[in-house]
T-cell receptor, first 116, second 112 residues
Framework: DTEVTQTPKHLVMGMTNKKSLKCEQHMGHRAMYWYKQKAKKPPELMFVYSYEKLSINESVPSRFSPECPNSSLLNLHLHALQPEDSALYLC???????????????FGPGTRLTVT | DQQVKQNSPSLSVQEGRISILNCDYTNSMFDYFLWYKKYPAEGPTFLISISSIKDKNEDGRFTVFLNKSAKHLSLHIVPSQPGDSAVYFCATSQGGSEKLVFGKGTKLTVNP
């Protein structure tokens, strides 16, 4: 099973709303990722959690707040977003990288977010 | 400054023929390379990877070639099928880093 699930599939929110994106994997992966993808662009890394601890924050604005409640779940809390934050938000997971070992990341289907 | 370049934004191929997608990188420290396929409104799907200790890796119709001296990576799809029509991203990482660096993608169209 190489499935990463994300909910919701689509989300429309106003600039004053608070919402959350959810991601789940049951592959035993200990690294989980949030990416943002705009149309016709490659995915851009936002956050990485390794063993449930935040290991990378790519200078993401504080209106995006990640959370890793356990090794299978990853959330992205959204608050006071701007219209330019509208994008496809992708979750991914992998075995924990490190040392000389590299592993492929498996992506979920994404949440299409529209900020009005 | 783009560290990973896919210089062809699009490629069109006839069904049954070979598709060759190319990727160039600038950082000689990159040591792990991946190809992903992406359909519209879906997440990228992992296809195949190669580490820098190899120069070729094969999985069914997909073969990835790595030329370290030229800092060049290619994906061969043989035979191409209409269902292969998608955007293909190459990605790379360095030394077990969690951070993948993606190219901008090449849109492949396989015509029946």
């Amino acid at each position: 099973d190489t499935e990463v699930t994300q909910t919701p599939k689509h989300l429309v929110m106003g600039m004053t709303n608070k919402k959350s994106l959810k991601c789940e994997q049951h592959m035993g992966h200990r690294a989980m990722y949030w990416y943002k993808q705009k149309a016709k662009k490659p995915p851009e890394l936002m956050f990485v959690y390794s063993y449930e601890k935040l290991s990378i924050n790519e200078s993401v604005p504080s209106r995006f707040s990640p959370e890793c409640p356990n090794s299978s779940l990853l959330n992205l809390h959204l608050h006071a977003l701007q219209p330019e934050d509208s994008a496809l938000y992708l979750c991914a997971s992998s075995h924990s990288q490190g040392g000389s070992s590299s592993y492929e990341q498996y992506f979920g289907p994404g949440t299409r977010l529209t900020v009005t | 400054d783009q560290q990973v370049k896919q210089n062809s934004p699009s490629l069109s191929v006839q069904e049954g023929r070979i598709s060759i997608l190319n990727c160039d990188y600038t950082n000689s420290m990159f040591d792990y390379f991946l190809w992903y396929k992406k359909y519209p409104a879906e997440g990228p799907t992992f296809l195949i990877s190669i580490s820098s200790i190899k120069d070729k890796n094969e999985d069914g119709r997909f073969t990835v070639f790595l030329n370290k001296s030229a800092k060049h990576l290619s994906l061969h799809i043989v035979p191409s099928q209409p269902g292969d029509s998608a955007v293909y991203f190459c990605a790379t990482s360095q030394g077990g880093s969690e951070k993948l660096v993606f190219g901008k993608g090449t849109k492949l169209t396989v015509n029946p």
